[in-house]
């Protein structure tokens, strides 16, 4: 059994694959353990894939956006090391191996990491993960977003935290407005003060039907205005660090690609929790 097909799930981890394995060393992605997680029937169509499919891919903008998107968020998380976090939660974790990738790092600093999905997924990513070598620093807790309430992951963080880095990756698209803006507000009031969350989210006014279904009446969207966007965050208790577009994180991590069309529908924020009295000038 492989990991459910959730959100693209199947289809990125696939993705992530064929950008190890049939990719020049300046465009590979560096998550070279996907592969683990991947059936070995799918794993040798990849291999065996051929020229005209290889380049139908490539001319998809979201296929080089996937490898600067991989690469940012590894970005994110050493920063977040090197600053001095304690604690990784990833929230729709899905076939992501990044708590794995940097389970040396993660343990020598003694840095705990906590892996979160719906209860299908995060249930199959345990089961898959099981026999690898991970010296008990990564937890497993099943939650859905679009819930509203999220006790288990409250509990978790306890109340006393460390300072604690939160990673969304490819997640706020697929979640209703409210549910999601909720969820800042969580982690805003709830988590250390110095600790940071990161996440994507698709532009207002571009592809805003990406994410519609079940619960999710209206994603979760937001302008490419940084004053709103500041605005937005101030207003939850949230500063914003750091801002960079999908096209521009493309055009960082892959300087020397060309002849392909930039992908051009997110926006990836960085942002501090500070203390309820400050102002966020």
């Not at 990125?12 to 049939?22: G, K, M």
């Not at 590894?74 to 304690?86: H, N, P, T």
């Not at 070598?133 to 859905?144: C, F, K, T, W």
């Amino acid at each position: 059994m492989a990991l459910p097909d959730l959100c693209n799930l199947m289809y990125v981890a696939r993705l992530r694959y064929i950008q190890t394995i049939h990719e020049p060393p300046d465009r590979r992605n560096p998550d070279t353990m996907v592969r683990r997680l991947i059936p070995i029937r799918r794993r040798f169509r990849a291999a065996w894939l051929g020229h005209e499919e290889l380049s139908r891919l490539r001319s998809d903008p979201f296929y080089y956006y996937l490898v600067a998107r991989t690469r940012y968020y590894d970005e994110v998380v050493s920063d977040a090391i090197a600053d001095g976090v304690q604690r990784l939660v990833t929230v729709g974790c899905g076939s992501d191996t990044r708590s794995y990738r940097f389970k040396d790092l993660l343990c020598r600093k003694g840095i705990k990491a906590l892996e979160c999905d719906q209860l299908e997924a995060i249930n199959e990513k345990k089961r898959l993960t099981r026999r690898w070598s991970h010296p008990g620093h990564i937890e497993h807790l099943a939650i859905d977003l679009n819930d509203g309430e999220w006790s288990e992951l409250q509990h978790w963080l306890g109340e006393e935290n460390p300072i604690t880095l939160v990673v969304l990756e490819a997640v706020s698209p697929y979640i209703h407005d409210s549910a999601f803006t909720q969820f800042l507000r969580l982690l805003a009031t709830r988590l250390a003060v110095g600790s940071l969350v990161a996440y994507d989210f698709k532009i207002s006014g571009v592809n805003d039907d990406y994410g519609r279904m079940g619960r999710t009446k209206k994603p979760f969207r937001l302008s490419t205005s940084k004053d709103e966007v500041v605005a937005f965050h101030k207003a939850i208790g949230l500063h914003l660090n750091h801002m960079e577009l999908s096209s521009d994180l493309v055009k960082r991590f892959l300087p020397n690609l060309s002849g392909y069309e930039r992908y051009e529908e997110d926006a990836h924020v960085r942002l501090g929790v500070r203390p309820s009295s400050d102002d966020g000038k």
